[in-house]
């Protein structure tokens, strides 16, 4: 019943054919009105009686009360990415981000071991983006890269860190990747011609949104070192 980003690359790609279903949130005209100046509770009012007498996929997404800490807390039980917050009897302002309607994410973190990192590129100081795995056993699987979450002043006081712990061998055990990917973002023989690695002791926290199937991160953001945590202590922790 979870929605899922991955199944939904898995249909339009053609590699399965997954579920999908069609959730109707708000109606903007109706009967030959534009219902946009309308508040979102009258809007959806009209949208329950649209949707009334319709069959999958078509379905109503009802609104979910206003205790926020609760359904934030059920989201992240959930594994949901996050919720959209809607001021009552707000309008729907087309082409204008407002107050009105705000993102609540609720994203994933975890501990990660840095075992190297890329070229930067154009202004960039230091480094691109860091190359992050965990254990499994004794080996040291490869989990993507992190390439957000840095200032210029922490760009370049990692660099300085990494220099001092550069290594000429890879110290990722599932790499090289094939190209592509079934969710792209492999890391290739030819990529890793790119890549600089260093000894893998350094922890970092990061958070993300999920786990693709090919056992990535997505949309990983770098949130700080972990100097508390023994490398050899970072395993891929069980998401809920």
Known sequence: GRPSFQMLQALATGAERPPVFYYAFDLLRHGGKDLRARPIEERKKKLVGVLKNQKNPLRYSPGLGDDAAQLLERGAELGLEGLIGKRESSLYESGRRTGAWIKLKLQNAQEFVIGGYTNPQGTRAGFGALLVGYYEGKKLLYAGKVGTGFDDQLLRSLYARFKKSSRKT???DNLPQPAGGRWGGALTAKDMRDCHWIAPKLVCQVSFTEWTRDGRLRHPVFAGL??????????REVQT
């Open 170 to 172: 890879c110290p990722f």
């Open 226 to 235: 972990r100097n508390d945590k023994d490398a050899a202590d970072v395993v």
